[in-house]
Protein backbone atom coordinates (compact mmCIF):
# COMPACT_ATOMS: atom_id res chain seq x y z
CA UNK A 1 0.00 0.00 0.00
CA UNK A 2 1.59 3.61 -0.51
CA UNK A 3 0.80 6.42 1.70
CA UNK A 4 1.17 10.06 1.23
CA UNK A 5 3.40 11.35 3.63
CA UNK A 6 2.94 15.40 4.30
CA UNK A 7 4.20 17.60 7.04
CA UNK A 8 1.85 20.35 7.66
CA UNK A 9 0.93 22.93 11.00
CA UNK A 10 -2.13 21.43 12.77
CA UNK A 11 -3.45 24.76 14.48
CA UNK A 12 -6.89 22.48 15.35
CA UNK A 13 -7.07 18.58 16.12
CA UNK A 14 -9.49 16.26 16.60
CA UNK A 15 -9.04 13.17 18.40
CA UNK A 16 -9.22 11.22 15.01
CA UNK A 17 -6.67 13.14 13.24
CA UNK A 18 -4.44 13.24 16.15
CA UNK A 19 -4.24 9.27 16.53
CA UNK A 20 -2.65 9.79 12.67
CA UNK A 21 -0.52 12.43 13.64
CA UNK A 22 3.17 11.89 14.70
CA UNK A 23 4.33 15.42 16.60
CA UNK A 24 7.65 16.40 15.01
CA UNK A 25 8.39 19.69 17.27
CA UNK A 26 5.39 21.84 16.70
CA UNK A 27 5.09 20.38 12.91
CA UNK A 28 3.20 17.24 12.51
CA UNK A 29 3.73 13.90 10.22
CA UNK A 30 0.67 13.28 8.88
CA UNK A 31 0.52 9.58 7.66
CA UNK A 32 -2.52 9.92 4.77
CA UNK A 33 -3.98 7.23 2.75
CA UNK A 34 -4.98 8.56 -0.66
CA UNK A 35 -8.06 7.93 0.08
CA UNK A 36 -9.45 6.20 3.40
CA UNK A 37 -9.96 7.47 6.73
CA UNK A 38 -7.12 7.31 9.07
CA UNK A 39 -7.37 3.95 10.73
CA UNK A 40 -8.96 2.29 7.45
CA UNK A 41 -6.90 0.08 5.28
CA UNK A 42 -7.13 0.66 1.90
CA UNK A 43 -7.42 -2.36 -0.91
CA UNK A 44 -8.16 -1.68 -4.36
CA UNK A 45 -11.32 0.70 -4.55
CA UNK A 46 -12.67 -0.22 -0.85
CA UNK A 47 -11.35 0.79 2.70
CA UNK A 48 -11.54 -1.65 4.98
CA UNK A 49 -11.60 -1.74 9.67
CA UNK A 50 -11.22 -4.35 11.95
CA UNK A 51 -14.13 -3.45 14.67
CA UNK A 52 -12.53 -5.19 18.05
CA UNK A 53 -15.47 -4.86 19.72
CA UNK A 54 -17.72 -7.83 19.98
CA UNK A 55 -21.08 -6.94 18.70
CA UNK A 56 -23.72 -9.26 17.36
CA UNK A 57 -24.22 -9.67 13.14
CA UNK A 58 -26.90 -6.69 13.25
CA UNK A 59 -25.07 -4.10 15.86
CA UNK A 60 -21.72 -4.74 13.77
CA UNK A 61 -23.64 -3.95 10.77
CA UNK A 62 -25.44 -0.89 12.02
CA UNK A 63 -22.28 0.18 13.55
CA UNK A 64 -20.63 0.16 10.08
CA UNK A 65 -23.28 1.63 8.42
CA UNK A 66 -22.34 4.67 10.95
CA UNK A 67 -19.38 4.84 9.40
CA UNK A 68 -21.31 4.96 6.00
CA UNK A 69 -19.88 1.42 5.42
CA UNK A 70 -21.46 -2.17 5.74
CA UNK A 71 -20.04 -5.31 7.43
CA UNK A 72 -17.14 -6.45 4.52
CA UNK A 73 -17.97 -8.19 1.35
CA UNK A 74 -15.28 -9.94 -0.41
CA UNK A 75 -15.03 -11.02 -3.84
CA UNK A 76 -11.36 -13.31 -4.37
CA UNK A 77 -8.99 -15.26 -2.12
CA UNK A 78 -6.83 -12.48 -2.62
CA UNK A 79 -9.31 -9.94 -0.43
CA UNK A 80 -10.16 -12.62 2.01
CA UNK A 81 -6.20 -13.10 2.56
CA UNK A 82 -6.06 -9.13 2.83
CA UNK A 83 -8.97 -9.17 5.97
CA UNK A 84 -7.64 -11.92 7.29
CA UNK A 85 -3.93 -9.73 7.70
CA UNK A 86 -6.18 -6.87 8.38
CA UNK A 87 -7.29 -9.36 11.75
CA UNK A 88 -4.28 -10.65 12.75
CA UNK A 89 -2.41 -7.14 12.33
CA UNK A 90 -5.16 -5.96 14.77
CA UNK A 91 -5.09 -8.82 17.39
CA UNK A 92 -1.72 -10.48 16.46
CA UNK A 93 -4.12 -13.71 16.37
CA UNK A 94 -6.65 -15.22 13.68
CA UNK A 95 -9.72 -14.37 15.83
CA UNK A 96 -13.29 -14.88 13.93
CA UNK A 97 -15.07 -11.52 12.76
CA UNK A 98 -18.53 -11.14 11.20
CA UNK A 99 -18.51 -10.31 7.37
CA UNK A 100 -21.39 -9.18 5.52
CA UNK A 101 -22.44 -12.50 4.11
CA UNK A 102 -25.91 -13.44 5.51
CA UNK A 103 -29.10 -15.76 4.88
CA UNK A 104 -31.31 -14.46 7.64
CA UNK A 105 -33.91 -13.15 5.43
CA UNK A 106 -34.64 -16.76 3.40
CA UNK A 107 -32.72 -19.42 4.69
CA UNK A 108 -29.63 -21.05 1.83
CA UNK A 109 -30.27 -17.30 -0.26
CA UNK A 110 -26.68 -15.94 0.72
CA UNK A 111 -26.28 -12.15 -0.05
CA UNK A 112 -23.81 -9.83 0.88
CA UNK A 113 -25.66 -6.64 3.44
CA UNK A 114 -23.99 -4.37 0.73
CA UNK A 115 -26.09 -5.83 -1.54
CA UNK A 116 -23.76 -7.49 -3.53
CA UNK A 117 -24.28 -10.97 -4.57
CA UNK A 118 -22.33 -13.59 -3.21
CA UNK A 119 -19.82 -15.10 -5.99
CA UNK A 120 -17.02 -16.17 -4.05
CA UNK A 121 -16.50 -18.16 -0.73
CA UNK A 122 -14.53 -20.07 1.49
CA UNK A 123 -17.05 -21.88 3.63
CA UNK A 124 -15.18 -24.58 5.73
CA UNK A 125 -15.96 -28.30 4.61
CA UNK A 126 -19.41 -28.98 5.80
CA UNK A 127 -20.69 -25.30 6.15
CA UNK A 128 -23.13 -23.46 6.20
CA UNK A 129 -24.84 -25.79 8.04
CA UNK A 130 -27.67 -23.81 9.79
CA UNK A 131 -26.69 -25.64 12.92
CA UNK A 132 -29.94 -26.08 15.19
CA UNK A 133 -31.71 -23.86 12.21
CA UNK A 134 -30.69 -21.31 13.31
CA UNK A 135 -27.06 -19.81 12.37
CA UNK A 136 -28.15 -16.94 9.44
CA UNK A 137 -24.53 -14.63 9.52
CA UNK A 138 -20.95 -15.64 7.81
CA UNK A 139 -17.70 -14.90 10.01
CA UNK A 140 -14.27 -15.44 9.20
CA UNK A 141 -11.55 -17.71 10.35
CA UNK A 142 -13.61 -20.42 11.97
CA UNK A 143 -11.62 -23.98 12.68
CA UNK A 144 -7.62 -24.49 12.14
CA UNK A 145 -8.38 -24.06 8.32
CA UNK A 146 -9.67 -20.09 9.32
CA UNK A 147 -12.53 -20.82 6.90
CA UNK A 148 -15.98 -19.49 7.04
CA UNK A 149 -18.72 -20.77 9.13
CA UNK A 150 -22.27 -19.55 9.91
CA UNK A 151 -23.26 -18.84 13.17
CA UNK A 152 -25.83 -17.65 15.19
CA UNK A 153 -26.63 -14.23 14.60
CA UNK A 154 -26.76 -12.98 18.14
CA UNK A 155 -23.41 -14.25 18.84
CA UNK A 156 -21.24 -11.07 19.76
CA UNK A 157 -17.67 -11.68 18.27
CA UNK A 158 -15.46 -8.75 16.44
CA UNK A 159 -16.43 -7.82 12.81
CA UNK A 160 -15.13 -6.03 9.71
CA UNK A 161 -16.63 -2.97 8.01
CA UNK A 162 -15.60 -1.78 4.46
CA UNK A 163 -16.67 0.78 2.18
CA UNK A 164 -16.52 1.93 -1.46
CA UNK A 165 -14.03 4.50 -2.06
CA1 LIG B 1 -29.08 -20.18 7.70
CA1 LIG C 1 -22.33 -23.45 10.98
Partial sequence: MN????????????ETSLSCCLSIG???????????????????????????????????????QSMNANLASMQSLEEYQMIQ????????QDGPAWIGASDA??????????????????WCTGQPDNFQYN???AYVNWSDKKCWDDGGCES??????????
Fill in 26 to 64: EWYLVKKSPSCPCGWTEYYNQCFIYVAKPMSWAQAEINC
Fill in 135 to 137: QNC
Fill in 85 to 92: RLISDAIQ
Fill in 105 to 122: IKEKFWFWSDGTPLKYTN
Fill in 3 to 14: FVYRCTRITSVN
Fill in 156 to 165: VIPSVCAKKI
